[in-house]
């Protein structure tokens, strides 16, 4: 009879053991909120690119993928366009609230005026179209052109290039 009781209480009280092992102490909880604060700080002091310095790659790309769609080599626009969109993605993740666009965030301006342009390139280069490429490169200038106008920065205008700025990546594509 005992030894039933003895069983009945030590069944009852396991799993409050667990229970009380689970929940941190406050000693662990005061830890836990100061590593939390650490990790806060050294995401703040990581690397975060400036929007200036990631428009210089976005223009790099641009012409890039210009030169390498005029040459016909579809590879390499295909690759191009993926870079760019990447290069677009990156702009929006670490520049997301740029005091550029405010009230707007660009976060939700990029996409919304990328999106189009990108999806028209893609068909373009996929299809091996040099007409529909030029067509869908000019919609993308035309699209980063808009941002800076939004942006008030008017004398941003992009176009076409007609110089390539590196010539050490061959465009023309492989025979
Ligand atoms: C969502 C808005 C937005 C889009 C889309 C956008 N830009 Fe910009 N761009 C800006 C802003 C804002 C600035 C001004 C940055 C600053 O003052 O630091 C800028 C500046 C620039 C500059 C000037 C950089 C310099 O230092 O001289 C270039 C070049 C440029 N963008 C290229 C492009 C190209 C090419 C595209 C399209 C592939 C593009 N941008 C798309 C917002 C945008």
């Known amino acids: 009879m005992k030894k039933t009781a003895l069983t009945i209480l030590a069944l009852l009280l396991f799993?409050?053991?667990?229970?009380?092992?689970?929940a941190?102490?406050?000693g662990d909880r005061a830890e836990i909120q100061a590593l939390r604060r650490q990790l806060d700080e050294l995401k703040k002091s990581g690397y975060r690119p400036e929007l200036g310095e990631q428009m210089l790659i976005l223009?790099?790309?641009?012409?890039?993928?210009?030169?390498?769609g005029e040459a016909e080599n579809w590879n390499l626009a295909t690759y191009e366009v993926q870079e760019l969109?990447?290069?677009?993605?990156?702009?929006?993740?670490?520049?997301?609230?740029?005091a550029n666009l405010q009230p707007?965030?660009?976060?939700?301006v990029m996409p919304a005026m990328t999106r189009g342009p990108i999806a028209d390139l893609r068909k373009a280069v996929d299809s091996k179209n040099k007409?529909?490429?030029?067509?869908?490169?000019?919609?993308?200038s035309v699209a980063c052109t808009g941002c800076h106008h939004v942006a008030g920065n008017d004398m941003l205008v992009i176009q076409r290039p007609e110089t390539p700025l590196l010539d050490n990546l061959r465009v023309a594509p492989p025979r």
């Open 15 to 22: 799993p409050c053991a667990t229970v009380v092992a689970a």
């Open 24 to 26: 941190p102490a406050a």
């Open 59 to 68: 223009q790099i790309r641009h012409a890039r993928l210009w030169f390498a």
């Open 85 to 98: 969109k990447e290069a677009l993605d990156a702009v929006a993740k670490y520049n997301a609230d740029d």
């Open 104 to 108: 707007l965030r660009l976060a939700d």
């Open 131 to 140: 007409a529909a490429f030029e067509k869908a490169f000019d919609g993308l």
